[in-house]
């Protein structure tokens, strides 16, 4: 399977559990990589025959800027099912980097990978 990916694309959201986390911006970095068959586009050179990364960057920044969770587990959960249902994705791997959290960390997050390649 071949991959599409986006790295290192930061967006600004509302999201943690302590309460002065509630009424800031946190800015968290997304590495995504979902499986996808480009073997039309490469035939073809037509945007329309692949997933389009700056449109799922879009639809990234649209989810972050419209919920405001508490863990970062909700913010993954409710971003995989988005994609996977938009884009018919057979496999997703996400890296989600908090950046700035924790003491004496340069970033926090998680790692979540669903589906089969
Ligand atoms: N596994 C997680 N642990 C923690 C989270 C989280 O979202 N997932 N969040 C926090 C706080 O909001 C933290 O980021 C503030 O420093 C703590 N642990």
């Known amino acids: 399977m071949d ?3 986006i790295e290192g694309l ?24 979902m499986g996808f068959d480009v073997a039309n586009a490469m035939a073809s050179d037509n945007l329309k025959d692949t997933l389009n990364y700056a ?3 879009n639809d990234i920044q649209q989810l972050a ?4 969770c508490l863990l970062l587990e909700a913010f993954v ?5 988005q ?9 997703v791997r996400i890296k989600v980097r908090k950046l700035g959290a924790v003491a004496n960390a ?3 997050g998680l790692v979540v990978e669903r589906g089969s390649r």
């Open 55 to 57: 449109e799922v960057a």
């Open 10 to 33: 930061t967006v600004e959201t509302v999201i943690g559990v302590y309460d002065w986390e509630r009424n800031v911006r946190q800015t968290l970095s997304v590495d995504l990589e």
């Open 77 to 81: 959960g409710i971003l995989l099912d």
């Open 3 to 5: 991959t599409v990916f």
């Open 106 to 108: 340069a970033s926090v």
């Open 83 to 91: 994609l996977i249902q938009k884009y018919h994705l057979p496999w």
């Open 65 to 68: 800027g419209n919920h405001q």
